[in-house]
């Protein structure tokens, strides 16, 4: 898979979907500012850098997906929840940037100066998130080579349902 900009998404998006995420987004903020306020700045930044928006997005897609292949007449729950998955699941890869982007801010922003830890900071993110979904790539790549039921199954048996018309 290559790593594209794709706008089209901007276009199909409800105007409540963009109010869900804001106010997701802004909780989850509120609760990271209580957590520092009660715990101190240290644990509220770890949850400062929740990707907030994940729980409303993955829902949506969710949502959507299911919508779609309902609107086909197809059953669309499995679809549904294997499209959120695979979101998720690259969330949680852009995760691992963010780790290090924290990481490198926290060693080295009492030794340089803040522009250059920031751009540092920044690069390290870029090249982890990166390298960690090319492997991801290469892994899912071969995995599927050598036995290709075992990563495609839930999302093939999620396509080929039978139209719930049809179902008895």
Known sequence: MKIKVDTAGL?????YEFVLRFFMGGAITALAGLAAKRFGPEIGGLFLAFPAIVPATATLIKKREQQKK???GYEGA????AAAAVDVAGAALGGLGL????LVVWLRMREW???TVLMMATLAWFLVALSVWQLRETFCRRMRAHRPNVLTHTLRSAVDRKPVANRR
């Open 78 to 81: 499995e679809r549904g929840r």
């Open 99 to 102: 780790i290090t982007f924290a």
């Open 113 to 115: 100066k803040t522009a």
């Open 11 to 15: 276009k199909s998006t409800k105007w």
């Open 70 to 72: 309902e609107r086909a």
